[in-house]
């Protein structure tokens, strides 16, 4: 194998196919910088998912005056009945984590100053406002087995769960993701038939050489390689800039723009980047390779 | 060198063969001519030879080798002991002289220290030293024939396929050539030349094979063109 030779007919044939090798390395960039962002937003959702699963309680709501469900017909919760609960709940340890019991002067107090600047404070009393336990669990997942054993029983109006508010929050992230990308899949698609065609060309345009090559008994493997140097060049140009535009949505968008604005929510670290960048640069070279090696297989045939 | 045993050769889309049944031999070191009008079958014994066809019936071995057991991989082994040169010489005109034939090394992966010496001395066997830095368009088609000659010849194959090597060139051009291919057979190659031109079959008085219609009307030992008809 002789590396200048091939490194020169690798030059010359991007040289020649210029425009081509141009859209090849635009359309590798945009389609790879969408499906790198869309990985970014996958990490995005479980990261937050970390930070938040981590941070919800089930609320569990205990009757008050004005409640109406049927476990509230016996009226307000009585002081018995509030004791069994706490009891229960200790004794689901280790799945409740811990559990705090929050009075109807403290739910007042925190309604105060989450909503200070309403007008709604003045016309909201104290006991318009239920007691209730909070209750972190040690895995949030498993929801269901605290909601079983305490929705309907004679004192509990209802037993709330943060992570399905969350939830909705998270499958719309995760839905523009699955946008993203779907719309980086096609764009994928374009790049594939592009390179094919960008093969075809280069394939037809240095055919004098090829055909001579051929009867001076070149192997396949020699034959082909230079053009599929060309579109793995080409692919990976575009590849790297996709991961340095990668770069660039972490430090602005991430860093400066959306942490900056939204203090309360944590955001993807440089991990998650470095983990997609390899992935980006692999996909988009393979499949150039796999595109071109396939096309070539029809047009420089033995 | 060359068999061919019962080879039939049917395109598709064609009633009738390019060769029908074709048996013949050609040893190793001979220089033959393969006459017949156009369309007799010349240049599908030539394809055959050089396994850029398969035969429909009947087996081609070239080189000790059967070639229709010869898997794909193969092929380029065989053709790099096969030269070729053709009536349109097919050069590349962005490369000079000794580029053109350097190409035919380097793509057969073959290191730079064997390339700049081997290249100067088939330029010189071929006459055309002091012409290593033109180009194709810088030269006459007699020249140009030998720089074709050269890439052909410099990995020393031991069979010289020429398809019409002459059929671009005045006659006096042409002798030079035929000199050139008469000293490459000397030094040991095996020459399969087709052609039209009487003069020089009949001033050589080699061995001629005449294809007619795919079949062989003649075959002669220091024969002449047009002894048959």
């Not at chain 1, 194998?1 to 196919?17: C, L, P, Q, T």
């Not at chain 2, 002091?130 to 368009?137: V, Y």
């Not at chain 2, 019409?164 to 095996?190: A, Y």
């Amino acid at each position: 194998m002789r590396a200048n030779f091939v490194a020169s007919e690798v030059s010359s044939g991007i040289r020649r196919n210029l425009t081509m090798t141009m859209a090849v390395i635009i359309t590798v960039a945009v389609s790879l910088g969408l499906f790198g962002a869309s990985m970014l937003v996958r990490a995005q959702v479980s990261t937050m998912k970390d930070f938040w699963y981590d941070k919800v309680e089930v609320s569990i709501f205990l009757c008050g005056k004005g409640s109406d469900t049927p476990s509230c017909a016996g009226g307000p919760v009585t002081k018995a009945q509030r004791d069994q609960i706490k009891a229960d709940l200790e004794s689901l340890k280790p799945l409740v984590d811990s559990v705090y019991y929050e009075s109807q002067a403290e739910a007042f107090a925190r309604f105060q100053e989450q909503f200070k600047n309403s007008p709604i404070v003045d016309n909201v009393k104290p006991t318009a406002l239920p007691e209730s336990f909070r209750v972190k669990l040690s895995d949030p997942t498993k929801y269901d087995v605290v909601a079983s054993a305490f929705a309907g029983r004679p004192g509990i109006e209802q037993v709330n769960d943060q992570r399905k508010i969350l939830d909705k929050f998270f499958r719309l992230l995760g839905g523009l993701q699955l946008i993203a990308l779907l719309i980086a899949l096609s764009m994928l698609v374009v790049t594939v038939l592009l390179i094919v065609n960008t093969m075809r060309v280069a394939a037809f345009s240095r055919r004098r050489e090829t055909s001579i090559m051929r009867l001076v008994g070149a192997s396949n493997f020699y034959i082909q390689l230079p053009f599929l140097l060309e579109a793995a060049v080409a692919a990976g140009i575009g590849a790297i800039l996709a991961v340095v535009g990668l770069v660039f949505v972490k430090i602005i968008v991430i860093d400066q723009v959306l942490a900056t604005s939204f203090q309360f929510t944590a955001f993807v670290g440089w991990d998650a980047v470095l983990a997609i960048a390899p992935l980006m640069i692999l996909v988009g070279v393979g499949l150039a390779a796999i595109a071109a090696f396939f096309t070539l297989r029809k047009y420089l045939r033995v | 060198m060359i068999l061919f045993d019962g080879v039939t050769k049917l395109y598709a889309n064609q009633e009738r063969p390019a060769l029908d049944e074709v048996s013949l031999e050609i040893e190793k070191g001979e220089f033959v001519f393969l006459v017949g009008p156009s369309g007799s079958g010349k240049s599908t014994f030539l394809r055959l030879v050089l396994r850029e066809e398969r035969p429909t019936k009947g087996q081609v071995w070239v080189a000790g080798k059967e070639l229709n057991r010869l898997s794909n991989w193969k092929i380029p082994a065989l053709r790099r002991q096969i030269g070729t040169v053709f009536q349109d010489f097919r050069l590349l005109p962005n490369k000079t002289v000794a580029e053109n034939v350097a190409f035919a090394l380097e793509v057969i992966g073959k290191p730079a220290s064997h390339i700049r010496k081997v290249v100067p001395e088939v330029l010189e066997v071929v006459g055309l030293e002091g012409k290593e830095e033109r180009r194709p368009d810088e030269l006459s088609g007699g020249e140009q024939q030998r720089v074709a000659i050269a890439r052909a010849f410099v990995n020393r194959p031991i069979l010289l396929i020429a398809d019409e090597p002459t059929g671009n060139l005045d006659p006096g051009t042409s002798v030079g050539i035929m000199k050139l291919l008469d000293r490459i057979n000397q030094l040991g190659t095996t020459v399969v030349m087709s052609t039209h031109d009487q003069a020089i079959v009949d001033q050589m008085r080699r061995r001629v094979i005449e294809l007619e219609g795919g079949h062989v009307v003649r075959d002669q030992s220091r024969g002449v063109y047009g002894y048959a008809r």
